[in-house]
């Protein structure tokens, strides 16, 4: 039982990241002020592992191009989910960043790592489905359609990542390292970024401060931190099956925290996608546990 509490609660803590970025948008924060500062936050919580010389005891030459594309790929996936996350409301967005999971399906079949059976073509079908069903509103305008493609694009980027991530020469480097290459690079890109344009390092008022300090501990070391507790007692599949639940958790808090409704579409496509990720779940796990290290 407390298995599953820890995975809800790192469900909803995923879900809160959409929420919160869009409540520091709404308190006026500039997208390099609100990376920066949201992963120093996560950087300061991180220290004591980021300071111990045992955490880097694993890297090798081998992993070094790796971890560099890991942390190019990290830049790119930051700002472009970040401006999804600004346009579109919470469970569209939620629902759009989940796709990674299938994508990361697609990937490893491409590569040659999956096989493709009747079965996983309805589950790649249910997805597509799902994506299509959401995106009907905005063709009439209903939200920023650039922003659900650009959203799409943050997720294939995701997805890559956890491929990378997969393999054989980035598989022994411990999570804490991922981590690490997921925070550090979007707070020096962001922070240049901020410099140049002279603009604000830090947040600038209460509201602010509010939405970053929520974003780098609830979003990200809360989350990560239930998710593996939870993994380890009910393991990687159950955790991952409570997690596609995501989409109706941030709907909730979209409605509570920014006063967002739902439309029938939103609600249909959401259903479909967790359908597909929930026969995926079921099917095979191993991807969905770098669940826990996404830096988004």
């Not at 799409?152 to 480097?173: G, W």
Request: aromatic share 10%.
């Amino acid at each position: 039982m407390r298995g599953i509490i820890y995975a809800l609660l790192a469900m909803i803590s995923y879900s809160s990241t959409p929420t919160f970025t869009q409540v520091g948008y709404k308190a006026g924060i500039e997208t390099d002020t609100l990376l920066f500062s949201r992963h120093l936050v996560s950087l300061i919580c991180l220290m004591p592992v980021a300071l111990k010389k045992s955490t880097y005891s694993a890297i090798g030459k081998k992993q070094i191009p790796g971890l560099l594309i890991l942390a190019s790929f990290s830049i790119v996936g930051n700002l472009t989910f970040n401006h999804a996350y600004h346009y579109l409301p919470n469970m569209i967005a939620v629902s759009v960043s989940l796709s990674y999971i299938v994508f990361v399906f697609i990937i490893e079949i491409l590569l040659g790592r999956e096989r493709f059976t009747a079965k996983r073509g309805l589950i790649i079908s249910l997805t597509a489905l799902g994506l299509i069903v959401i995106a009907i509103p905005g063709f009439d305008g209903a939200f920023d359609m650039k922003a659900f493609m650009i959203g799409l694009f943050a997720s294939l980027v995701y997805s890559t990542q956890v491929s990378m991530i997969n393999s054989k020469i980035l598989r022994q480097v411990p999570a804490d390292i991922i981590v690490l290459t997921s925070v550090i690079p979007i707070m020096i890109f962001s922070g240049i970024r901020c410099l140049f344009r002279d603009e604000s390092l830090l947040p600038s008022n209460g509201m602010q401060w509010f939405a970053i300090i929520c974003l780098g501990t609830i979003g990200v070391i809360f989350a990560r931190g239930l998710f593996y507790r939870s993994m380890r007692l009910i393991g990687a599949t159950k955790a991952s099956m409570i997690d596609s639940l995501e989409p109706f958790s941030s709907a909730v808090l979209g409605f509570l925290l920014l006063g967002q409704g739902l439309s029938p579409y939103t609600v249909a496509g959401s259903v479909l996608m967790m359908a597909s990720i929930i026969l995926l779940l079921k099917e095979k796990a191993p991807h969905n546990a770098v669940k826990a290290t996404e830096g988004s």
